[in-house]
């Protein structure tokens, strides 16, 4: 608060003896008077005038169990964030109780200090304020210095450097392990106690962070929490003690070693390591993406953390890219969709299986299983399951096409089927299957026969046809009206004729053993 002190530089030398009246008898007049009064006034030149105040803060409210209560009992939640101080010197050694409640200066920017900090006070249109903490032990993490606002009881003694939450250690709250963000030319940051910063700055420092020659017109806005606690997985262990056995040497940000970070820059390098996230086998972020890094600079955003989460609550998330999007991880990426994955390829779309090859599975547990086995040991198999009724539709330009000896092995209960409605089904029992297709409307319903009953029932025939020959050349004759007829039998002629209606015969027996199919199992 405003205060008058005397001057640190300021010595009054005089020895003369104060006059009041030369003759020492008599009633001063209005003009001695003033005299008098002026003489004895208090010389300016020997004091000084403050209008601010630094002051130690006693109380700090800033949680509901230490704000005050009104008349009602009722919380006075306008009091969050203020603080009760003690000025070290107009109020010097006055009870806590008695002084003053401040308000911070800035409500928009407040930093909450800690009890036994230090802030500069200040006094506008009958409001008390305060202003940010006065770096006494010239630490970024804390300043307590408990006591230079005068005398203290007991239990204020006892709960020196005892806080809720804050946690000190013997130099007076100054953790050792967070430190200052190093400046550079024509930088703002803006620090917090605990490791989290933000710079406004540029890369016009050459080598700042691994960068090139250095760029005037290159400004950048770096973010980071949780100073280098990530140095022991990248080489940056020297980095850190360093910092600890060097007392108040700033520190600077670490894409790599500091816990979280959000980098927006506009032509630098930005030296992220991927070699434990990126995928062992990334042939398709090389080839299609040429393995664009942060380092090669330019207008980028890079975040880097242990984990990275997006989720919108009522809304989308779109991604749009002008030169591709690709995604490398050591481990499975995933994609559950409640209502569907459609994907549209405008040119050759592209899937490499490795051992364990890819499973389609539908919600009725149908699937289709491609590469089961692959380089486990086993031939690439492509399986086709799933509940009964199960089909295979095939439209007009669609095949099926394989090696020779592949074949398309159906269980119970499978078909394919055809975009007109025609099918091949295989249902019933294991021991009695019903096989038919079914054509188009116009011709109904047709089935289907057995193959081997078929081939016998053929084979008789054939038989039958054989044996008709042998009894027409063994008849002696044709019974007429008139008697019999000649022997049939007899003639050349008639010998010919029949043996090569046998032979057409066997040729057509030859036939039925190909009708069947052959099946390589």
């Given at each position: 608060?405003?205060h008058w002190t005397?001057?640190?530089?300021?010595?009054?030398?005089?020895?003369?003896?104060?006059?009041?009246?030369?003759?020492?008898?008599?009633?001063?007049?209005?003009?001695?008077?003033?005299?008098?009064?002026?003489?004895?006034?208090?010389?300016?030149?020997?004091?000084?005038?403050?209008?601010?105040?630094?002051?130690?803060?006693?109380?700090?409210?800033?949680?509901?169990?230490?704000?005050?209560?009104?008349?009602?009992?009722?919380?006075?939640?306008?009091?969050?964030?203020?603080?009760?101080?003690?000025?070290?010197?107009?109020?010097?050694?006055?009870?806590?109780?008695?002084?003053?409640?401040?308000?911070?200066?800035?409500?928009?920017?407040?930093?909450?200090?800690?009890?036994?900090?230090?802030?500069?006070?200040?006094?506008?249109?009958?409001?008390?304020?305060?202003?940010?903490?006065?770096?006494?032990?010239?630490?970024i993490n804390a300043?307590?210095?408990?006591?230079?606002?005068?005398?203290?009881?007991?239990?204020?003694?006892?709960?020196?450097?005892?806080?809720?939450?804050?946690?000190?250690?013997?130099?007076?709250?100054?953790?050792?392990?967070?430190?200052?963000?190093?400046?550079?030319?024509?930088?703002?940051?803006?620090?917090?106690?605990?490791?989290?910063?933000?710079?406004?700055?540029?890369?016009?420092?050459?080598?700042?962070?691994?960068?090139?020659?250095?760029?005037?017109?290159?400004?950048?806005?770096?973010?980071?929490?949780?100073?280098?606690?990530?140095?022991?997985?990248?080489?940056?262990?020297?980095?850190?003690?360093?910092?600890?056995?060097?007392?108040?040497?700033?520190?600077?940000?670490?894409?790599?070693?500091?816990?979280?970070?959000?980098?927006?820059?506009?032509?630098?390098?930005?030296?992220?390591?991927?070699?434990?996230?990126?995928?062992?086998?990334?042939?398709?972020?090389?080839?299609?993406?040429?393995?664009?890094?942060?380092?090669?600079?330019?207008?980028?955003?890079?975040?880097?953390?242990?984990?990275?989460?997006?989720?919108?609550?009522?809304?989308?998330?779109?991604?749009?890219?002008?030169?591709?999007?690709?995604?490398?991880?050591?481990k499975a990426f995933?994609?559950?969709?409640?209502?569907?994955?459609?994907?549209?390829?405008?040119?050759?779309?592209?899937?490499?299986?490795?051992?364990?090859?890819?499973?389609?599975?539908?919600?009725?547990?149908?699937?289709?299983?491609?590469?089961?086995?692959?380089?486990?040991?086993?031939?690439?198999?492509?399986?086709?399951?799933?509940?009964?009724?199960?089909?295979?539709?095939?439209?007009?330009?669609?095949?099926?096409?394989?090696?020779?000896?592949?074949?398309?092995?159906?269980?119970?209960?499978?078909?394919?089927?055809?975009?007109?409605?025609?099918?091949?089904?295989?249902?019933?029992?294991?021991?009695?299957?019903?096989?038919?297709?079914?054509?188009?409307?116009?011709?109904?319903?047709?089935?289907?026969?057995?193959?081997?009953?078929?081939?016998?029932?053929?084979?008789?025939?054939?038989?039958?046809?054989?044996?008709?020959?042998?009894?027409?050349?063994?008849?002696?004759?044709?019974?007429?009206?008139?008697?019999?007829?000649?022997?049939?039998?007899?003639?050349?002629?008639?010998?010919?004729?029949?043996?090569?209606?046998?032979?057409?015969?066997?040729?057509?027996?030859?036939?039925?053993?190909?009708?069947?199919?052959?099946?390589?199992?």
């Open positions: 608060m405003g005397p001057s640190s530089d300021y010595s009054d030398t005089s020895s003369k003896k104060t006059v009041y009246d030369k003759d020492g008898s008599g009633v001063p007049t209005q003009g001695r008077v003033r005299q008098i009064v002026k003489s004895n006034t208090q010389n300016p030149k020997g004091w000084e005038y403050y209008e601010l105040e630094i002051a130690e803060v006693m109380e700090v409210f800033d949680s509901e169990d230490k704000l005050p209560k009104n008349e009602n009992g009722d919380t006075i939640w306008g009091l969050l964030g203020c603080i009760k101080a003690r000025p070290h010197q107009s109020e010097k050694d006055k009870i806590v109780a008695k002084l003053k409640i401040y308000e911070p200066l800035d409500m928009n920017m407040t930093k909450m200090p800690l009890r036994n900090e230090h802030v500069i006070v200040v006094k506008y249109l009958g409001r008390n304020y305060y202003l940010p903490v006065v770096p006494l032990l010239g630490s300043n307590i210095v408990p006591g230079r606002s005068g005398i203290r009881d007991q239990k204020m003694i006892d709960d020196d450097f005892l806080y809720d939450f804050f946690e000190v250690n013997e130099n007076f709250g100054n953790d050792d392990k967070v430190r200052r963000l190093l400046p550079r030319e024509g930088d703002v940051t803006i620090e917090g106690r605990f490791g989290n910063t933000i710079r406004f700055g540029s890369a016009i420092v050459e080598g700042a962070h691994g960068d090139e020659p250095s760029t005037q017109d290159s400004p950048n806005i770096l973010m980071r929490v949780g100073q280098l606690v990530d140095a022991s997985l990248f080489g940056d262990e020297n980095l850190k003690q360093e910092l600890e056995d060097t007392n108040f040497k700033p520190a600077e940000e670490n894409i790599n070693s500091d816990g979280s970070s959000i980098w927006m820059t506009s032509d630098q390098k930005v030296n992220l390591d991927i070699e434990e996230t990126n995928a062992n086998d990334h042939s398709y972020m090389s080839s299609f993406h040429e393995d664009d890094q942060p380092n090669l600079g330019g207008k980028q955003i890079t975040i880097n953390s242990d984990r990275i989460t997006f989720n919108t609550k009522r809304g989308k998330i779109l991604g749009f890219s002008h030169d591709g999007i690709g995604f490398s991880t050591k995933t994609v559950d969709a409640d209502d569907g994955l459609n994907i549209n390829s405008g040119g050759a779309t592209t899937i490499d299986l490795k051992p364990g090859g890819i499973s389609l599975i539908t919600p009725g547990n149908s699937r289709l299983d491609l590469g089961e086995g692959g380089q486990e040991g086993g031939s690439d198999t492509i399986y086709l399951s799933s509940e009964c009724p199960s089909f295979l539709s095939l439209d007009d330009k669609a095949h099926l096409e394989s090696c020779k000896g592949a074949n398309v092995h159906l269980d119970d209960c499978a078909g394919l089927y055809t975009h007109n409605g025609s099918y091949f089904k295989i249902g019933g029992s294991n021991d009695e299957a019903v096989i038919y297709v079914k054509g188009r409307d116009d011709v109904k319903e047709q089935h289907l026969v057995f193959g081997e009953e078929l081939a016998d029932l053929l084979d008789s025939i054939c038989n039958s046809f054989v044996e008709l020959g042998t009894t027409i050349l063994d008849l002696n004759g044709i019974a007429t009206g008139a008697g019999p007829s000649g022997p049939i039998s007899s003639g050349p002629a008639n010998q010919a004729l029949i043996t090569a209606w046998e032979g057409g015969v066997e040729t057509i027996r030859a036939r039925i053993c190909n009708i069947l199919t052959k099946v390589d199992v």
